[in-house]
């Protein structure tokens, strides 16, 4: 049987009706998940006794059901994957009890091992003390053995007799510490409460940083909210490492207000380096790929079929959008479209296509902000996130049809102000700004040949004025005309491109039609 990956034990009691058969079947649903059967007992008998009522036709397991996920609510995790499994299998059964299995780790001190009785090569004997010290701090005299538990406890252990036969001699072993727990100063709780305990000084920490980050870009009121946003923040985190240590409260204190001020000085680095600007959105984005990343951990490692619909479904819309990309810019479609013109022309590098496939990409990816929401989800066993009947098919399609929407809204809010901040630059006779490739520089426009053998279509040429280029592209020249607010498109080989300065007038002729 395939090992299956937990994280947390539940004992559960769970009561089977139905007679031998349904029960021989139950075992096997037990045998196939990998939950071990501690005990097996006729209803209302043995430890039940005087709590369920005596049933010939029931018997009542006790099943270690285990499971991937947080210590939060695990037994309602446990409760429903025992029923629902049991419920695929058709039997009539109940999970009557369910209780964590805590068996968490005390933090012990590490010591090492070496040799006393090792010679020191020094001749001197005033110095043989020091020598000896120091070189056995550096590991020279090491035995290769390593002991935890209490200082007595470390001492007996190293000086047990080798199981190999060779090493120091029990008498001559002594130990040095590897960590300063043996001091005693502060008592730690168990391994994974502390680490419990860590995470959590470490996401108000967090919560401090980001506030200020936002108070320090903010005005006004909104700097105020936020400033006291950050002052409670720092609160809870002073207060959460109190409860660092089981002894050692103001240590644990010292501990997190070091930390929440290291982020508070690391968050607001960037604002005296470069000043106000994009760092609230940056710091948004950075929480949020972090989140979508942590997300998506904790759904592919408790992988399972029902999350393909999770997983997949996302991934194959991602890769969809990106086939898109095989013939054309998606991005600079939309951007040629604001402005008028058609993707043709725009005669785009393809590495600046590349760039906006990336750029595309990173909209699409919002798409997996869903599954990353599940992975959480069914990490702290919410009730909802459970696959089979606790998986609404119909809600989830409705909220993927929804971020999809928001996708295709970002991707048109980015090309449509590009364009929109591109005729604004027109009309002021500005430089505009450049689009993942396209740069749109001033020229005046110098026929080549007579008026009535030009070519084009657009609104009347005025060799006198500047236009704004967007370059050649499939044997036109593609411009735009400031003051009609329209884009020109004249035959390349009628015409002579000279670079102007910003929206200056030109030396011509008089105007000519186009064509």
């Given at each position: 049987m395939r090992t299956r990956l937990y994280d947390q034990r539940v004992l559960t009691l769970v009561e089977v009706r139905?007679?031998?058969?349904?029960?021989?079947?139950?075992?096997?649903?037990?045998?196939?998940?990998?939950?071990?059967?501690?005990?097996?007992h006729p209803c209302g008998e043995g430890p039940l006794e005087g709590v369920l009522e005596p049933d010939p036709a029931s018997r009542v397991y006790e099943v270690e059901v285990r499971l991937p996920g947080s210590l939060h609510h695990c037994e309602r995790g446990a409760t429903r994957r025992a029923q629902r499994a049991l419920r695929r299998a058709r039997l009539e059964a109940y999970v009557r009890r369910a209780?964590?299995?805590?068996?968490?780790?005390?933090?012990?001190?590490?010591?090492?091992?070496?040799?006393?009785?090792?010679?020191?090569?020094?001749?001197?004997?005033?110095?043989?003390?020091?020598?000896?010290?120091?070189?056995?701090?550096?590991?020279h005299y090491d035995t290769g053995v390593r002991v935890i538990g209490t200082q007595e406890e470390a001492s007996g252990l190293a000086r047990m007799p080798s199981a190999s036969g060779g090493g120091s001699a029990p008498a001559a072993a002594r130990i040095r510490p590897l960590d300063g727990r043996w001091r005693g100063t502060v008592r730690f709780w168990p391994e994974e409460e502390t680490a419990r305990r860590i995470a959590r000084v470490l996401g108000w920490s967090l919560a401090v940083g980001v506030a200020?980050?936002?108070?320090?870009?903010?005005?006004?009121?909104?700097?105020?909210?936020?400033?006291?946003?950050?002052?409670?923040?720092?609160?809870?985190?002073?207060?959460?490492?109190?409860?660092?240590?089981?002894?050692?409260?103001?240590?644990?204190?010292?501990?997190?207000a070091v930390a929440a001020m290291a982020v508070l000085l690391l968050a607001l680095s960037p604002f005296r380096s470069a000043g106000r600007g994009s760092h609230e959105q940056q710091v948004?984005?950075?929480?949020?790929?972090?989140?979508?990343?942590?997300?998506?951990?904790?759904?592919?490692?408790?992988?399972?079929?029902?999350?393909?619909?999770?997983?997949?479904?996302?991934?194959?819309?991602?890769?969809?959008?990106?086939?898109?990309?095989?013939?054309?810019?998606v991005l600079h479609s939309l951007y040629a479209d604001a402005l008028s013109l058609s993707p043709g022309d725009l005669d785009v590098p393809p590495i600046?296509?590349?760039?906006?496939?990336?750029?595309?990409?990173?909209?699409?990816?919002?798409?997996?902000?869903?599954?990353?929401?599940?992975?959480?989800?069914?990490?702290?066993?919410?009730?909802?996130?459970?696959?089979?009947?606790?998986?609404?098919?119909?809600?989830?399609?409705?909220?993927?049809?929804?971020?999809?929407?928001?996708?295709?809204?970002?991707a048109l809010h980015s090309a449509g102000r590009a364009a929109d901040r591109t005729k604004a630059a027109a009309a002021r006779g500005e430089d505009a700004?450049?689009?993942?490739?396209?740069?749109?520089k001033w020229v005046c426009v110098e026929p080549a040949e007579p008026?009535?053998?030009?070519?084009?279509?657009?609104?009347?040429?005025?060799?006198?004025?500047?236009?704004?280029?967007?370059?050649?592209?499939?044997?036109?020249?593609v411009l735009w005309d400031r003051r009609a607010g329209e884009p020109l498109?004249?035959?390349?080989?009628q015409v002579r491109l000279i670079p102007a300065e910003s929206g200056a007038a030109c030396d011509g002729g008089v105007g000519v039609a186009a064509g």
């Open positions: 139905g007679g031998e058969r349904d029960w021989a079947e139950a075992e096997q649903v037990f045998e196939r998940h990998g939950w071990p059967v501690i005990g097996r209780e964590p299995l805590v068996r968490d780790r005390e933090m012990l001190t590490e010591w090492q091992a070496y040799d006393r009785s090792a010679p020191s090569g020094v001749r001197f004997a005033r110095l043989r003390g020091s020598v000896r010290r120091y070189a056995s701090r550096l590991g200020a980050v936002f108070a320090a870009g903010g005005s006004g009121g909104a700097r105020a909210f936020w400033v006291v946003l950050a002052v409670l923040a720092g609160g809870v985190t002073v207060a959460s490492g109190t409860r660092l240590f089981r002894e050692g409260a103001a240590a644990g204190a010292a501990m997190a948004l984005v950075g929480l949020g790929i972090a989140a979508v990343v942590a997300g998506l951990w904790l759904l592919v490692r408790q992988w399972s079929w029902g999350e393909w619909a999770a997983w997949a479904v996302p991934l194959a819309a991602s890769l969809a959008g990106a086939t898109l990309l095989a013939s054309g810019s600046w296509q590349v760039v906006s496939a990336v750029k595309l990409l990173t909209f699409l990816s919002l798409v997996l902000v869903l599954p990353a929401w599940w992975g959480f989800a069914r990490h702290r066993h919410h009730g909802y996130a459970g696959t089979g009947e606790g998986f609404n098919a119909a809600m989830y399609a409705l909220l993927l049809i929804a971020i999809l929407a928001g996708v295709s809204t970002l700004p450049p689009y993942f490739g396209v740069e749109p008026a009535e053998r030009l070519s084009g279509d657009g609104p009347r040429l005025d060799p006198k004025r500047s236009y704004l280029s967007f370059g050649v592209a499939q044997g036109s020249a498109k004249l035959a390349a080989r």
